[in-house]
């Protein structure tokens, strides 16, 4: 090889700049979201009167917007864990708003519904399918923020796989949160929370072999 030709090629190699995890996030999500909206449809579809409904049941309105601040906030903590040594104190402060606001909902709920009615709000009617179809939205949205991951250099690969995996868990119960029946926040708290958890202790089995330099 000639010198000009070695001198052209550094120059390349020296202006390649890998995606950040945040590119690679926004690149990724998008089929992950596409594959997550067809399995969606094609099992589940959107709950009747939806548009109706979220301007007469407030516990329908609190259920999707805190799905959706827990998929914000998660999405915001993995970007940082994907750093090493960034500082995650902030966010995850952030993130704990999530659980306040569910346990005040529940709070709220057992001061307003009768105690008797109390397990049958828990249960609901849908428990087997949010524990089904929370895990099976959020797969396609896990394997997209686990590769994002893989273009920064998590310091705890376990714990950025389990952000990883709170993220699309979130990401599906805000899917599910549209076609599910079951509004009380006792059940939210349950099955939602239970299915989430899942999801998230995957991506940490997952990220801490994935994830690992």
């Given at each position: 090889?000639?010198?000009?030709?070695?001198?052209?090629?550094?120059?390349?190699?020296?202006?390649?700049?890998?995606?950040?995890?945040?590119?690679?996030?926004?690149?990724?999500?998008?089929?992950?979201?596409?594959?997550?909206?067809?399995?969606?449809?094609?099992?589940?579809?959107?709950?009747?009167h939806l548009l109706a409904l979220l301007g007469e049941n407030p516990r329908l309105v609190f259920k999707l917007a805190l799905t959706f601040l827990l998929?914000?906030?998660?999405a915001r903590l993995i970007l940082r864990l994907a750093r090493p040594g960034a500082d995650t104190r902030a966010v995850a402060l952030l993130l704990a708003?999530?659980?306040?606001?569910?346990?005040?909902?529940?709070?709220?709920?057992?001061?307003?519904?009768?105690?008797?009615?109390?397990?049958?709000?828990?249960?609901?009617?849908?428990?087997?399918?949010?524990?089904?179809?929370?895990?099976?939205?959020?797969?396609?949205?896990?394997?997209?923020?686990?590769?994002?991951?893989?273009?920064?250099?998590?310091?705890?690969?376990?714990?950025?796989?389990?952000?990883?995996?709170?993220?699309?868990?979130?990401?599906?119960?805000?899917?599910?949160?549209?076609?599910?029946?079951?509004?009380?926040?006792?059940?939210?708290?349950?099955?939602?929370?239970?299915?989430?958890?899942?999801?998230?202790?995957?991506?940490?089995?997952?990220?801490?072999?994935?994830?690992?330099?």
């Amino acid at each position: 090889m000639k010198t000009g030709d070695l001198i052209r090629a550094l120059s390349a190699d020296a202006d390649f700049r890998p995606a950040s995890p945040r590119r690679a996030l926004r690149q990724a999500l998008a089929p992950a979201i596409a594959i997550a909206l067809a399995l969606y449809f094609a099992i589940l579809g959107v709950r009747p009167h939806l548009l109706a409904l979220l301007g007469e049941n407030p516990r329908l309105v609190f259920k999707l917007a805190l799905t959706f601040l827990l998929a914000a906030l998660s999405a915001r903590l993995i970007l940082r864990l994907a750093r090493p040594g960034a500082d995650t104190r902030a966010v995850a402060l952030l993130l704990a708003l999530a659980p306040a606001l569910l346990v005040a909902a529940d709070l709220v709920e057992s001061l307003t519904v009768p105690a008797a009615e109390w397990g049958r709000q828990l249960i609901g009617h849908n428990a087997v399918s949010c524990l089904a179809s929370i895990p099976l939205l959020a797969a396609a949205p896990l394997v997209a923020a686990l590769l994002a991951l893989r273009h920064g250099a998590p310091e705890h690969p376990a714990l950025a796989g389990a952000g990883a995996g709170l993220f699309a868990g979130a990401v599906g119960a805000a899917l599910y949160a549209t076609h599910c029946p079951d509004d009380s926040p006792f059940f939210v708290t349950a099955w939602y929370g239970l299915a989430i958890a899942f999801v998230a202790a995957v991506g940490a089995l997952v990220g801490a072999r994935l994830l690992r330099w």
